[in-house]
C-alpha cells in the first residue's frame, strides 16, 4: 500500500553522514524523515565496522581545524546518548623524513598547536618495542587520536534522532527523485514530499544522481579490511596503549598503510591498505583482487614482527573516491534544495557530527560554519557531466 507524507526534509542513506544530517536537522525541529534501503544495522556500504580512526593529524589545515568542533561534538553525543563512543590512544605517523606527507601532516599538526610527540629514533624502540622504523622515516604521534567505536556512534545517533522525534524507514529504496521546489521522492514502499532533500547515499550516490540528469566524477573502490593475528596475546592491545598508526609511504607502496590497535577481536590488529579496486556496489564481493593485501603481508613481516603476515580474518568495505579525495559538500548545481554530501574517499567518518551540521545548514539556506571551498563542485569543472 502506497503512503505520501509531507516533510522539511528528506535524507537519503541512513550511513553515518546521512544519520548526522538528519540529527542535526531534527535538532533545529525540522520534521524529517531518513530514508535506508537496507534493514538497519547493515554491513553493505562504507560506516559499518566496529571501529574507526579518529585524529586531528591531517595533510591540510582545514580538516584539522574542522577535527576541533568533531571532537567537541563526539563527546556531546557520548553524554547525549550515555555510552562511550572514543578511546584516545595516539596515532603514531610514520614516513620519509622531511619529505612529503610525513612533512605535511608534521606542519599543519605543529601549526595547529595540536599536542604532539615527535620521536627520534633513539627513543622509538623504547616507547613502539613492536614496530620496526625504516631507515630514513620520522615518527611522531598525535597525541589527540584515537579509535571511534563506528557501530556504535552510528546507533547512538540514530537512536538521539528518533528521541526527538525522527523518523527512520529502513527496507525502503529510493528509486526516483523528482526535483521542483518540493521534491518528490519515491521509494520502494511510498511517495514523500520535501521542502529539501539531502542525498547521502555513499557508494550509490551517482545512480541517485541520475534521477536529477547530474553526475560526479566518484571512483567507488573495495576495500579489503584485514585483521592480523599476535603472535603473542597482548602484543599489540589498546590495553597496552598500543597506538592507531599510519605509514605516509614505505618500501611497499606509496599510498598510506593505516593500523589500529587489537581491540574488537581480540588478538587482532587491524592494518589496511588506503586503496582498493574498483566495485560496482551491488555486486561488491565479485571484485576478488588481492594485490592490497599482498602488499600489507610484505609490510606486515618487514615492520610488524610480533604479528602472522598473513590475515587471519578479512572483512569487505567500500571508499567512495573523488580525485582530489576531498569531500563534497555541495548544492546540487541545478536545484539548490537538493543538497549532496558524497565522495568522503576513506577518511569521512571522524568529521561526521560537522558534516552533518554542514549538509543541514545547506539545506536550511543558512551560511556554512566552515569554508566550503575545498568542498565544491564547481571544482571538479569539465569533470562533472550532465547525463541527460
Ligand atoms: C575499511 C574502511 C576504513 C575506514 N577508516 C576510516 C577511519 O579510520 N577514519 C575515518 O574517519 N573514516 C574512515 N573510513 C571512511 C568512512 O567510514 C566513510 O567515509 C563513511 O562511512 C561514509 O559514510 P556515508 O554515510 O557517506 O556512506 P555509507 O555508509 O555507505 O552510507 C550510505 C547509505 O545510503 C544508502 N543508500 C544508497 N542508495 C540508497 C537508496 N537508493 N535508497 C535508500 N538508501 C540508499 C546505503 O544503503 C547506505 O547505507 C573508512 C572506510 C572504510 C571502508
Redesign the pocket.
Known amino acids: 500500500m502506497s503512503t505520501q507524507q509531507d516533510y522539511d526534509c528528506v535524507v537519503?542513506?541512513?550511513?553515518?553522514?546521512?544519520?548526522?544530517t538528519a540529527y542535526q536537522l531534527v535538532k533545529q525541529n525540522k520534521k524529517t524523515l531518513l530514508?535506508?534501503?537496507?534493514i538497519?544495522p547493515?554491513t553493505?556500504?562504507?560506516?559499518?565496522?566496529q571501529?574507526?580512526?579518529?585524529?586531528k593529524a591531517y595533510e591540510q589545515d582545514f580538516y584539522t581545524r574542522m577535527m576541533e568542533e568533531c571532537y567537541r561534538q563526539w563527546t556531546q553525543l557520548e553524554k547525549d546518548a550515555g555510552v562511550q563512543l572514543f578511546r584516545q590512544t595516539g596515532l603514531l605517523v610514520m614516513g620519509p623524513e622531511n619529505h612529503g606527507d610525513y612533512q605535511l601532516f608534521k606542519d599543519t599538526l605543529q601549526k595547529n598547536k595540536v599536542p604532539t610527540v615527535i620521536l627520534t629514533r633513539d627513543n622509538f624502540k623504547q616507547h613502539i618495542p613492536n614496530v620496526i622504523l625504516a631507515e630514513g622515516d620520522g615518527a611522531l604521534v598525535d597525541v589527540t587520536a584515537g579509535v571511534?567505536f563506528?557501530d556504535r556512534a552510528?546507533k547512538a545517533v540514530q537512536g538521539q534522532f528518533q528521541k526527538l522525534g525522527g523518523v527512520i524507514r529502513d527496507n525502503?529504496?529510493?528509486?526516483e527523485i523528482k526535483p521542483g521546489s518540493v521534491v518528490k521522492v519515491t521509494?520502494?514502499k511510498g511517495v514523500y514530499r520535501a521542502r529539501s532533500v539531502v542525498i547521502?547515499?555513499?557508494?550509490?550516490?551517482n545512480?541517485?544522481l541520475a534521477h536529477t540528469g547530474f553526475q560526479l566524477p566518484l571512483e567507488v573502490v573495495k576495500?579489503?579490511?584485514c585483521y592480523w593475528r599476535e603472535k603473542t596475546p597482548g602484543t599489540y592491545d589498546v590495553k597496552q596503549r598500543f597506538p592507531?598508526f599510519l605509514l605516509t609511504e614505505g618500501a611497499e607502496t606509496k599510498e598510506h598503510i593505516?593500523g589500529?590497535p587489537s581491540n574488537e577481536y581480540p588478538g587482532l590488529v587491524k592494518i589496511?591498505y588506503?586503496m582498493?579496486a574498483k566495485t560496482d556496489?551491488d555486486y561488491r564481493d565479485l571484485q576478488t583482487d588481492k594485490s592490497d593485501i599482498d602488499i600489507l603481508k610484505r609490510y606486515v613481516a618487514r615492520c610488524m614482527p610480533g604479528l602472522i603476515p598473513e590475515p587471519a580474518v578479512v572483512?569487505?568495505?567500500?571508499?567512495?573516491l573523488t580525485p582530489d579525495r576531498h569531500?563534497v559538500l555541495d548544492y546540487h548545481p541545478n536545484y539548490s534544495n537538493i543538497i549532496i554530501?558524497?565522495?568522503?574517499?576513506?577518511?569521512?567518518?571522524?568529521?561526521?557530527p560537522v558534516?552533518g551540521k554542514l549538509l543541514c545548514e545547506l539545506s536550511l539556506g543558512e551560511v556554512p560554519s566552515f569554508d566550503l571551498s575545498p568542498f565544491r563542485i564547481g571544482r571538479f569543472q569539465s569533470k562533472t557531466k550532465s547525463a541527460l
Open positions: 537519503i542513506g541512513a550511513g553515518v553522514q546521512g544519520s548526522c530514508l535506508e534501503q537496507f538497519l547493515h553493505r556500504g562504507s560506516s559499518h565496522g571501529t574507526r580512526i579518529i585524529r571511534l563506528a552510528l525502503e529504496r529510493v528509486m521509494t520502494s547521502t547515499a555513499g557508494p550509490w550516490t545512480r541517485l576495500i579489503n579490511v592507531c593505516y589500529l589496511c588506503h582498493g556496489p572483512e569487505s568495505c567500500m571508499y567512495t569531500f554530501g558524497a565522495g568522503f574517499s576513506g577518511h569521512g567518518f571522524k568529521f561526521g558534516i
